[in-house]
C-alpha cells in the first residue's frame, strides 16, 4: 500500500502538485498529469456521445436564490461556499451567490428554457463540472478528498415509464468503463436519509425504481439504509482496487423532488403538463478521485490508452 500511494507516485511522476499558498484541497495539475486527465476526458466525453448524451454548460456561481428553490441552502449548506456580489440596482444591498457544489441546477434550468414534449424524452445533458465543497482539513486526503473537482455529471430526464430502462442503460455504462480499466465493483442502494425532503410515497416509488433495475440483470445489490440524497434514494457504485480496497465512485440518484420544485413539465400525448423524473448519475464520480484510485490500482503502471 505504502509503496501505491498516490500520493507518491503522483509527485513521482509529476501528475499534480499541491501548494499551502494556493490553499488546501486545491489540486494543481502539472504537465503530465493535464495530459493523463485530458486523454480521460477525451475518451468518456466521445462514450457519451455515443450513448446520445447532449454535451451543456452551466456556471460555476449561482444565486442563493436557486440554491434556496432546491433546498441545498438548508440541507447543505455547511458543505458550500458563499460570496455576495453588488445589485445592478445601486438602492439594493448586495446579493448573496453560492459556488456550485453540483451542477444539477443549471440542468434544470436548460431543460427548463423551452416547452418540452414526450417525444423528446430522454433528455440526457452531461458536463465535466468543476465544483467546490467544503472539507475540514483534518479528512483532505491527496487526490480522493479534496475541495475543487471535477464530476463526470450527467442528468437524464425521462417519463416515470422509462425510469427502469435508463437505469439499465447508465448500469451497463458503469460496467462498460470499469471493465476498460480492470475494476472489479459491488452496488448499494442507499434509502432516505432523516434530512430530507419530498413525501414518502415518493421516495418509495423511486426506491422500488431502482430495486427494479437491479433485479431485472440479476446483480446482486446492499441496503444502506438512510444513506440517500437528501432529494432521493440512490444505487451507490464502490470500486475494489488491487489491494482491496473499496473505494465510493459513480452514483445513480432519482429525483422527483427538483422537478418538482422547479415546475418541470412536459406535454404528453394527450397534450396534458406532466412532471419529468430526474436521474442524477456519474460513472468515475469524479477525475481526481477516480485518477488517484487508478494510480494506486496499477501501482503507477497506467493504462497505455491514456498514459501521458
Known amino acids: 500500500a505504502a509503496k501505491r500511494d498516490h500520493r507518491k507516485l503522483g509527485t513521482e511522476l509529476e501528475l499534480w502538485m499541491f501548494d499551502e499558498e494556493i490553499g488546501a484541497g486545491m489540486p494543481i495539475w502539472l504537465p503530465k498529469g493535464a495530459l493523463l486527465r485530458g486523454n480521460l476526458e477525451k475518451l468518456l466525453y466521445s462514450a457519451h456521445i455515443r450513448r446520445e448524451y447532449d454535451p451543456v454548460r452551466g456556471p460555476e456561481l449561482l444565486r442563493s436564490h436557486m440554491w434556496k428553490i432546491s433546498g441545498h441552502y438548508y440541507n447543505y449548506k455547511e458543505n458550500m461556499y458563499f460570496t455576495e456580489i453588488e445589485n445592478d440596482d445601486e438602492n439594493k444591498p448586495a446579493e448573496e451567490y453560492g459556488i456550485k457544489p453540483m451542477n444539477c441546477l443549471s440542468h434544470v434550468k436548460i431543460f427548463a428554457h423551452k416547452t418540452r414534449s414526450y417525444k423528446e424524452l430522454p433528455l440526457r445533458f452531461f458536463e465535466f463540472g468543476t465544483v467546490h465543497r467544503h472539507e475540514k482539513s483534518g479528512v483532505l486526503h491527496g487526490l480522493l478528498r479534496v475541495r475543487e473537482f471535477t464530476q463526470d455529471d450527467a442528468h437524464i430526464f425521462c417519463r416515470p415509464d422509462q425510469i427502469e430502462e435508463e437505469v439499465i442503460k447508465v448500469l451497463d455504462f458503469v460496467d462498460s468503463i470499469m471493465q476498460r480499466f480492470g475494476f472489479e465493483y459491488e452496488m448499494e442502494i442507499s434509502t432516505r436519509p432523516e434530512k430530507s425532503i419530498g413525501n414518502d410515497e415518493i421516495w418509495e416509488k423511486a ?102
Open 207 to 308: 426506491t422500488t425504481s431502482l430495486k427494479n433495475a437491479l433485479d431485472s440483470l440479476g446483480r446482486e445489490y446492499g441496503i444502506d439504509e438512510g444513506g440517500g440524497a437528501f432529494y432521493g434514494p440512490k444505487i451507490d457504485i464502490k470500486i475494489t482496487d488491487a489491494i482491496g480496497i473499496k473505494w465510493q465512485c459513480g452514483t445513480i440518484q432519482i429525483d422527483f423532488n427538483l422537478p418538482n420544485r422547479f415546475n418541470l413539465t412536459y406535454t404528453d400525448e394527450n397534450n396534458h403538463k406532466i412532471q419529468p423524473v430526474m436521474i442524477h448519475r456519474a460513472i468515475l464520480g469524479s477525475f481526481e478521485r477516480f485518477i488517484g484510485i487508478l494510480i494506486e490500482h496499477v501501482g503507477g503502471e497506467l493504462p497505455f490508452f491514456i498514459a501521458p
